[in-house]
């Protein structure tokens, strides 16, 4: 795409502009009205600008004010925010990024799967949650939707979506701002926007980011593993001919280029690891450390992880025939390359090279209006197409080891050494790829029935069509160990794939007075099904299997109460939901291949609460809990009853979900303080709890509770419109697993993910 020397020149000039400043952002209380009255928050849940008390369903949104303070720089972090909502990935950002919300959501690892929580920049879907590990750039508000939202948002929201906005260009008026973060882990983030008059009906933005941190796992030979190195650049264009309409166009490119993500320790001894430990010292390198605490890891080659991200979004909104017509036109384009170190150990046995490409056109056109007279009612109406194609490729190599590794392992089994061939080299070319087209069309109603009561009604067809393929380029020897084994080659396959499906939603609302505000509502959510592309997605070349999995779909109940009481003072929601999952979609790595499963069912219910209360003029306090009484697989043998001598790595049938805790909350103090006139005392003192959780769907390994504390402090200097402030997160150091995973080649053994140790910095933010 050829945006993006264009954008690298915008941010050169905006940088020149910018050393002075940082957009203002919405404070929680407003004293100028009262000293103790909580602000309203502006949500887009139903495709419309109305208070997030007055929407029908579970909402949490933020400004740029709160994602800055809570310190969310990409949806690895999201959970900062509301405890509903988790994310998870591992070591291929394409395949192993997954956002859940309740419970629900993509878990494990799987080429071709698409999340089950709709992420959308700028009214833009994203195909693969990975593309919001991009660090948030000039975002104005976060707004994360619980439950599905298939009426409005589409397929792929059967556990909800997550909705980003940029900071909108402003026509005749001169701004930007500068932040600058320091931390250990050498860790420095440099942000800068500038937003430009250009005619009396055109601004133009720019914002640039540039991020880098040494990865917290130490190799005990020398440097540090899961470095992250990021940089990106957004540009928008506004244009506002007449006050009827506008056209904003944003360019953005966002890229990658890091040593990522090997760096892991051993969680559950396999029969391998003495033998893994002692290639590693043959291989002349020091093992590491087996205690988690350590954070010690040892790969035997780099593991470089480029990935760019890069499109254009064209904006329309025309005020017309007594409605808004909508048009927003978006082309991306998504590109990772990563060497692995397949076996994640210093033994030089397995080394892959795996490529991912995503081209991405989409076109979405809505004409939203409201009634009045005999019928009041705000309406939209819509008409929703993507095209999506699919581009992978892996090689696999043996490494130097690769034949002492198999000699032992096979002899165990009686074969002699060298009756296979493990030689140094290229053992398979993988060539995998499909596309996915999308319709659909949609209406969504709000009938005003009195001054208390509303229906909401809304309906969505989608018709879904992909394709799916996979070939071996080359193989070397029907002799390698896999070959022997019955695990590959994988027989070729170029398989189609077709779906549709009737989503809506039906929805009461009362309101007895201005304060009070009661729903309850039923949502139907549609996951789509699809081709799993690996290379024993079509089975062995002895055994034949189905490449293709079903969609997956969600009877979604949920009742709930928004309440401001206190006279404006406190703000208490809360949900109680219950969701039945039909033909539940589950993709789990076993070590050696990806598998997509289809579970006939799943249940999950449970209740949120959100509670605000302004203390006093400067200090607020912020409490949100989620509980899953139920979040389980239903009973069924192709998820596997387990081997009651290794529970712990037995099926997951029955069981509760992977990252599903029974209780997950947050608590934090927000502090607002005048010193004096132009100075202020800020902070935030945050603590996070998860309950224990499994880890995985492919084994019943767990991670205890866990409790996070987090905190900021600082000054805020408002005559010169900016602010410095320390911050911490994981103040008490607490070492955790994020997630279990099978290690490749070693039977039984099983490596762990980590969660972040304590870090922490200062930041400056200053505006003009």
């Known amino acids: 795409m050829s945006v993006t020397n264009t954008l690298r020149l915008l941010a050169g000039a905006a940088s020149l502009a910018v050393l002075s400043g940082l957009p203002a952002g919405a404070q929680e209380a407003q004293p100028e009205e009262s000293a103790r009255k909580l602000n309203t928050v502006t949500v887009t849940a139903q495709r ?3 208070s ?29 925010l509301t405890p509903s909502i988790s994310f998870r990935k591992t070591n291929f950002s394409a395949s192993s990024s997954n956002i859940q919300i309740r419970g629900i959501g993509t878990t494990g690892n799987a080429r071709t799967f698409e999340g089950a929580v709709g992420v959308f920049i700028d009214g833009v879907y994203r195909t693969r949650s990975g593309q919001a590990l991009s660090n948030f750039l000039d975002i ?21 979506a997550l909705l980003l906005s940029s900071t909108k260009p402003t026509i005749g008026e001169y701004n930007g701002f500068f932040e600058a973060s320091f931390g250990n882990y050498a860790a420095h983030t440099l ?48 244009w506002e001919p007449t006050t009827d309409l506008s056209v904003r166009l944003i360019a953005d490119v966002a890229s990658q280029d890091d040593n990522c993500c090997y760096g892991t320790t051993d969680s559950f001894d396999g029969p391998l690891q003495g033998f893994v430990d002692l290639l590693t010292v043959q291989n002349g390198l020091i093992p590491p450390s087996d205690d988690p605490g350590d954070f010690e890891a040892v790969v035997s080659t780099a593991t470089p992880n480029k990935v760019d991200d890069e499109g254009l979004t064209l904006q329309v909104d025309w005020d017309v025939w007594g409605g808004t017509l909508k048009s927003v036109t978006a082309v991306r384009e998504y590109d990772v390359f990563q060497t692995q170190d397949g076996d994640f150990s210093g033994a030089d046995v397995l080394i892959l090279d795996e490529t991912f490409n995503s081209e991405f056109f989409s076109q979405e056109l809505t004409f ?23 581009n992978m490729t892996r ?24 009756f296979s061939d493990a030689s140094e080299g290229l053992v398979a070319a993988e060539i995998m790829g499909g596309t996915s087209e999308s319709i659909a069309l949609f209406t969504h109603w709000d009938f005003a029935l009195n001054d208390q009561w509303n229906l909401i009604l809304g309906a969505r067809y989608s018709d879904d069509e992909k394709t799916g393929f996979f070939y071996n380029d080359y193989y070397h020897s029907l002799m390698d160990p896999l070959a022997l084994l019955g695990i590959s080659p994988g027989p070729s396959y170029d398989q189609s794939f077709s779906d549709d499906a009737f989503t809506g939603t039906v929805s009461v609302q009362y309101r007895p007075n201005t304060d009070m505000m009661f729903y309850a509502s039923y949502n139907r959510g549609y996951k789509a099904g699809g081709i799993n592309l690996d290379q024993n997605a079509a089975g062995t070349l002895a055994q034949a299997a189905d490449p293709s999995f079903k969609a997956e779909t969600i009877d979604a109940y949920e009742i709930g109460a928004k309440i401001d009481w206190m006279d404006g003072a406190a703000r208490t929601n809360v949900a109680f939901f219950y969701n039945d999952v039909q033909d539940l979609q589950i993709a789990q790595f076993l070590g050696l291949l990806f598998s997509i499963v289809n579970s006939p069912e799943g249940t999950v219910s449970g209740a949120e609460i959100e509670q605000t209360f302004a203390l006093n003029d400067f200090l607020i306090l912020n409490a949100s809990a989620t509980w899953l009484e139920t979040a389980e697989y239903g009973d069924d043998p192709i998820l596997g009853e387990g081997d009651p001598n290794q529970p712990e790595l037995g099926g997951i049938s029955g069981r509760r979900f992977a990252v599903a805790p029974e209780l997950a909350a947050n608590i934090s103090l927000n502090l607002d303080y005048p010193i004096k006139p132009g100075l202020a005392l800020t902070g935030l003192a945050q603590v996070q709890y998860t309950d224990d959780v ?66 922490y910095g200062l930041m400056l933010r200053k505006m003009f």
């Not at 008059?197 to 917290?216: C, K, S």
């Not at 090689?395 to 060298?418: H, K, M, N, R, S």
């Open 395 to 418: 090689d696999i190599f043996w490494g130097a080891q690769g034949q002492t590794f198999w000699d032992v392992v096979l002899g165990a089994e009686g074969i002699p050494a060298g």
């Open 368 to 390: 939203s209006g409201e009634l009045t007279g005999s019928v009041n009612a705000n309406y939209v109406l819509g008409a929703y197409y993507s095209d999506e194609d699919l």
């Open 694 to 759: 499994f880890t995985n769907t492919a084994s019943n390994l767990t991670q205890e509770a866990v409790t996070l504390v987090n905190a900021n402090l600082g000054l805020n200097f408002e005559d010169m419109d900016m602010s410095i402030s320390a911050f911490v997160r994981n103040a008490t150091d607490e070492t955790y697993v994020s997630q279990h995973f099978n290690t490749p080649l070693q039977g039984t053994d099983r490596n762990a993910y980590m969660g972040a140790p304590r870090t």
């Open 191 to 238: 942000k800068a926007g500038v937003n430009m008059p250009l005619a009396d009906n055109l601004a133009l933005r720019v914002a640039g980011i540039y991020d880098e941190a040494d990865g917290f796992f130490d190799n005990p030979n020398g440097g540090t593993l899961n470095d992250s190195q990021r940089d990106g650049i957004k540009a928008q264009l506004l």
């Open 140 to 160: 104005e508000n976060l707004q994360v939707l619980r439950g599905p939202q298939g009426t409005l948002f589409g397929k792929n929201t059967s556990a909800g």
């Open 52 to 80: 997030i008390q007055d929407v029908p369903l579970a909402v949490t949104a933020a400004d740029s004010e709160t994602i800055a303070e809570l310190r969310i720089s990409n949806v690895e972090n999201i959970s900062l």
């Open 48 to 50: 419309r600008d109305e």
